[in-house]
């Protein structure tokens, strides 16, 4: 109960403070095609999760002082995962 009660906090500071991260990334995506100048993007799934996953892990690292075991807590994943997910973007060796 209080993990959801947690969730709900962070989610509502986050609002209150500034745009939705969903926003962010539309805007992103958006400013992108425009840059294409009609071009068509190949690969853009990979490319996007690329570009946010690994500020995401490294955020969630930093933040838990590089605890694997709390980041994959907080990220929702299984340790295993996460450790991958770690050296693929080398964030560790």
């Known amino acids: 109960m209080?993990?959801?009660k947690n969730k709900k906090n962070a989610s509502l500071r986050a609002s209150k403070s500034s745009k939705p991260l969903h926003k962010h990334?539309?805007?992103?995506?958006?400013?992108y095609f425009k840059s294409l100048n009609g071009d068509r993007p190949g690969d853009l799934y990979d490319l996007v999760m690329g570009e946010v996953e690994r500020?995401?892990?490294?955020a969630v690292m930093d933040y838990t002082d590089g605890n694997q075991s709390q980041a994959a807590g907080i990220l929702g994943i299984n340790r295993g995962t996460?450790?991958?997910?770690?050296r693929t973007y080398c964030l560790i060796h």
């Open 2 to 4: 209080a993990q959801k």
């Open 25 to 31: 990334t539309e805007d992103a995506l958006n400013q």
């Open 55 to 58: 500020p995401l892990f490294k």
């Open 82 to 86: 996460l450790r991958k997910k770690l």
